[in-house]
């Protein structure tokens, strides 16, 4: 099993910036792709972030595009969220998620959908205010 804590999430006002953290331990080998999701009070959660093992393939979700940058550093098994620009729409928990099991992503998969990802993170508050 793999366990993702997630942490540096806080407020801050609208046009600031913060940086998340999501630490893996357990069987941190078999991690293949992590990402983040997030979920605002009464909607559903939804798809932010995400990168392969090697960094080489990283997908963003429109919403977020040109302001967050998601990165991974294997040798800490720790991936980071650094959001810039922030706006009171992004307000939201936001958690991490780990694949655990290539062989079992869609082929052409953008690492979106919850259903790829084993296991999760228990979140963290970010709160953006105008």
């Known amino acids: 099993q793999v366990q993702l804590v997630e942490s540096g999430g806080g407020l801050v006002q609208a046009g600031g910036s913060l940086r998340l953290s999501c630490a893996a331990s357990?069987?941190?080998?078999?991690?293949?792709?992590m990402g983040w999701f997030r979920q605002a009070p009464g909607k559903e959660r939804e798809f932010v972030a995400a990168?392969?093992?090697?960094?080489?393939?990283?997908y963003y979700a429109d919403s977020v595009k040109g302001r967050f940058t998601i990165s991974r550093d294997n040798a800490k098994n720790t991936v980071y969220l650094q959001m810039n620009s922030l706006k009171p729409e992004d307000t939201a928990v936001y958690y991490c998620?780990?694949?655990?099991?290539?062989?079992?992503?869609?082929?052409?998969?953008?690492?979106?959908?919850?259903?790829?990802?084993?296991?999760w993170g228990q979140g963290t508050q970010v709160t953006v205010s105008s």
């Open positions: 998620a780990a694949n655990l099991d290539r062989q079992r992503l869609r082929a052409g998969t953008s690492l979106a959908s919850e259903y790829e990802y084993d296991s």
């Open positions: 990168v392969s093992r090697s960094g080489g393939s990283i």
């Open positions: 357990g069987r941190t080998f078999s991690i293949y792709a």
